[in-house]
């Protein structure tokens, strides 16, 4: 039994290591250039190994986002227990989403997500995990504004329309941080969000320092 636990521990490490390199030849190359034999070789692997766990192209590469996506969730839960306000914990979302981190190990970007979006217009595989993560998405605001909402801190807005809203916003922005528009800079779109949220909710917000780094959205999983 020992012996079969440690082959299943091994084979999720491999797994894991093929989803790091994937990521990280995506964020390098995009995901249109990005193939399996790259990804082999970046994992310091064979690319029949890679082809045995994920089988094809477009699974692995969507596994890859699935894997990052996971790890930016289970980063942010983690914060968030450690914040009491639900206020608190929306501009925490809110910096993970727009600010820079200057973790040298992260190496992915709002650049992965610009290509699945791209993708994503052209093919229903990619286009169903898009959904799926949007989804996501905006249940982890509704269900942090409702929260917001029984505890007496936000107003009585339409939880679902604030939810669609904040979310297009803040996928908008990213796309010109991302595009590295100057007039667009990461703690711009940070204090943009910030203002528009606490006027839609009737909290008050003000403009602070932040001393700790925050992780842009989906970058977690990505390291070199």
């Known amino acids: 039994m020992k012996q079969a636990g440690n082959a299943a521990g091994s084979a999720d490490g491999r797994r ?27 994992a310091g692997t064979s690319a029949a190994l890679v082809i045995y766990y994920f089988k094809t192209r477009d699974q692995l590469l969507t596994e890859a986002m699935r894997f990052s996506e996971d790890a930016w969730y289970a980063a942010g839960t983690q914060r968030m227990a450690k914040i009491s306000s639900a206020a608190g914990r929306l501009e925490e979302i809110v910096a993970m989403t727009c600010l820079p981190d200057n973790d040298p190990d992260v190496a992915g970007s709002w650049l992965l997500w610009l290509d699945l979006w791209a993708q994503a217009a052209r093919n229903p595989g990619v286009a169903a995990v898009r959904q799926k993560f949007d989804e996501r998405w905006r249940e982890t605001i509704r269900d942090l504004v409702r929260a917001g909402q029984d505890g007496g801190e936000f107003g009585s807005v339409d939880a679902e329309d604030f939810a669609i809203t904040l979310s297009a916003m803040l996928d908008g922005l990213a796309v010109a941080i991302a595009l590295e528009d100057p007039e667009v800079t990461p703690a711009r779109a940070f204090e943009l969000t910030m203002r528009f949220a606490a006027g839609q909710l009737g909290f008050d917000w003000q403009p602070r320092r932040r001393a700790r780094k925050a992780r842009s959205r989906r970058q977690d999983g990505v390291s070199s």
């Open 16 to 42: 894991e290591q093929m989803l790091r390199a994937a990521l990280e030849v995506i964020a390098e190359r995009g995901y249109p250039e990005t193939r399996i034999t790259d990804v082999a070789a970046q």
